[in-house]
């Protein structure tokens, strides 16, 4: 079957850098997607990793390990705003979109 | 980047109505539209792939003829839950497809809170 993993809950603390894993089994891949998602509200792009390796934008940064089945984000400088959920969602060989069930990180001041 | 208007943002209704949310793509035109539904503290689960000019793909558990798709042109795309009732109250995403800088990404509309009372 298909299946993402990531934490289900994660604590910062405000300034500070935070991690949050995904790992997948999918059959194919065809891209890594970061979303936030606010509560009650619908999620917002953040990144997308097609090929191994990091992309940075801004405070925010995507890492894809195809091989590893294997994926974080990375959060600098963390603000309290950035409480919300990330989920993590990877297009299989169909073009599917096989979503994770999201990490709920909380900040602290 | 792309935007996909999607509205309305709440609806409260009786049980027993029919709700239509209406999701746009407001400056790209999407062959392809997704909805979804999520229930709180769940992830999203993808309903039906709505096509233009075709008829959607529904997954499997969700009934076609409680979830009507129509994506009449290549910027509109409507769910219509007919019959509503309060098992039916969640939260319902839209998304477009849209190639951006040589890759396929999904915008996704503001989403909207159905209470059925």
């Known amino acids: 079957g298909q299946n993402i993993d990531q934490p289900t809950e994660m604590t910062a603390t405000e300034g500070a850098i935070v991690q949050i894993n995904c790992t997948y089994q999918t059959s194919g891949f065809n891209g890594l997607f970061w979303y936030q998602q606010h509560a009650g509200e619908a999620p917002t792009f953040l990144s997308y990793?097609?090929l191994d390796g990091l992309e940075e934008k801004g405070r925010f940064s995507s890492f894809l390990s195809r091989s590893k089945g294997y994926s974080y984000l990375l959060l600098k400088e963390l603000q309290m705003k950035d409480s919300a959920s990330y989920l993590c969602a990877v297009t299989d060989s169909n073009y599917q979109l096989i979503w994770g069930a999201g990490t709920k990180l909380i900040i602290k001041p | 980047g792309a935007v996909v208007s999607q509205h309305p943002s709440r609806v409260i209704c009786k049980s027993g109505t029919s709700v239509k949310i209406e999701c746009r793509s407001l400056d790209f035109q999407a062959t392809t539209m997704f909805w979804y539904r999520q229930f709180p503290k769940q992830s999203l689960m993808l309903m039906a792939t709505?096509?233009?000019?075709?008829?959607?793909?529904?997954e499997q558990g969700v009934e076609k003829d409680k979830f009507l798709i129509n994506h009449a042109s290549l910027t509109l795309s409507t769910l219509t839950v007919t019959s509503a009732h309060p098992e039916d109250s969640s939260f319902y995403i839209c998304?477009?497809?849209?190639?951006?800088?040589?890759?396929?990404?999904?915008?996704f509309g503001s989403g909207t809170q159905l209470s059925v009372l």
């Open positions: 709505s096509n233009e000019g075709s008829k959607a793909t529904y």
């Open positions: 990793n097609v």
């Open positions: 998304s477009a497809s849209a190639s951006l800088q040589g890759s396929e990404k999904l915008f």
